[in-house]
């Protein structure tokens, strides 16, 4: 009798099951259509922002390219959908998005009692705020009294509350449904102080029209871990945009770009092989060669990361706890193979 290890019995067993069939498949829908539907700010610098000719650019919106790049293999072939904090999750659970990347928190609340799920986090963020240099304030706990700008629907209300309760500081709220109406209140004297996560404190400064007169106070409140959201109930779809980050993240801990992956299909590191001939990915229901089309269309995440609010932007944000686990942050992704 031919010999054969428990591993591989094990590992012949788990093939062999069928697979589960998903009631609905977001792939097949998005390849019939020939588009991703993604639901994305209503304009924010840095994450989701039309330029002046309306092409959107952003990390958000390069996570949209890179599922589309993923499932169609072409980047380009996104609709984006602007919505406000407070329509996001209605506008994923009601089928009018496919995906939602908006500078979303993964929150238990969110992720448990929505019918929704997390698939990563595409930037690690923290609650801050942003004050006028004239007001003279050095910390965030010398704002007791202050009035203060912010935006519905967010985390960043119910985090605001919980650190002036904590302080025992009062505030007086001034609530607003778009970052543009946020800064445009801020920069009109509305409020004191203006909160959001920190990145998006920056991504707010450029809107203003003399942003070096506004300062970022240096306290961070909470955790805000940002990352782009499904429907629950189709695993498939949720594997893919879930991979789909995981492949950004391992492409530049590979070293491949969008510049030197053409030139990587011939290296003889089997990761890379790996990477490039799509290993493991067959039930996706994708081209084997997604991963491959992500990084040559859109880059690796440090590349989609500068570009969009690092050095290269003008947010010129700091990598911090976003640099790769090998570079003292914690953006990690699990192995392909
Ligand atoms: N990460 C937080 C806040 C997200 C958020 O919506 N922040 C505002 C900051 S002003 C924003 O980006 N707005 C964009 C828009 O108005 O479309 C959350 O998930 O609740």
């Given at each position: 009798m031919k010999k054969i290890s428990i591993c591989a019995v094990l590992t012949a067993v788990s093939v062999s099951f069928p697979m589960m069939a998903s009631a609905a498949s977001t792939v097949k829908s998005v390849q019939k259509r020939g588009y991703v539907q993604c639901g994305v700010t209503t304009g924010l610098p840095g994450f989701s922002n039309p330029n002046d000719k309306g092409k959107w650019q952003g990390i958000d919106v390069d996570v949209c390219r890179a599922v589309a790049a993923a499932?169609?293999?072409?980047?380009?072939k996104v609709k984006y959908t602007p919505l406000t904090a407070k329509e996001r999750f209605t506008a994923l659970q009601s089928g009018e998005i496919d995906v939602l990347s908006r500078v979303t928190t993964w929150t238990i609340t969110r992720d448990a009692s929505l019918g929704l799920n997390f698939t990563g986090v595409t930037y690690y963020d923290g609650q801050g705020f942003m004050v006028s240099k004239?007001?003279?304030?050095?910390?965030?706990?010398?704002?007791?009294?202050a009035s203060v700008c912010i935006q519905s629907g967010t985390t960043t209300e119910l985090n605001l509350a919980d650190y002036f309760r904590q302080n025992e500081m009062e505030f007086e709220p001034v609530v607003f449904d778009t970052a543009d109406q946020t800064a445009k209140g801020f920069e009109a004297g509305r409020c004191d102080v203006l909160t959001s996560d920190q990145s998006q404190l920056y991504a707010l400064r450029i809107k203003l029209?003399?942003?070096?007169k506004a300062m970022v106070l240096p306290e961070v409140i909470s955790k805000e871990p940002l990352g782009p959201v499904v429907r629950q109930g189709d695993d498939q779809w949720f594997n893919l945009v879930k991979w789909t980050l995981f492949a950004m993240v391992n492409a530049e801990e590979l070293g491949l770009t969008s510049s030197n992956i053409e030139k990587e299909k011939?290296?003889?590191n089997p990761e890379v092989q790996r990477f490039i001939s799509g290993e493991?990915?067959?039930?996706?229901?994708?081209?084997?060669?997604w991963a491959y089309q992500i990084v040559k269309q859109v880059g690796n995440y440090g590349e989609i990361f500068e570009r969009n609010v690092?050095?290269?932007?003008?947010?010129?944000?700091?990598r911090g706890l976003n640099k790769l686990w090998t570079k003292g942050g914690i953006q990690y992704a699990p192995p392909m193979r």
């Open positions: 499932t169609l293999g072409d980047a380009n004239e007001l003279g304030v050095k910390s965030a706990k010398e704002l007791d009294g029209s003399k942003p070096d011939k290296s003889k493991g990915s067959k039930s996706l229901g994708i081209s084997s060669d690092g050095s290269s932007s003008p947010l010129k944000i700091d």
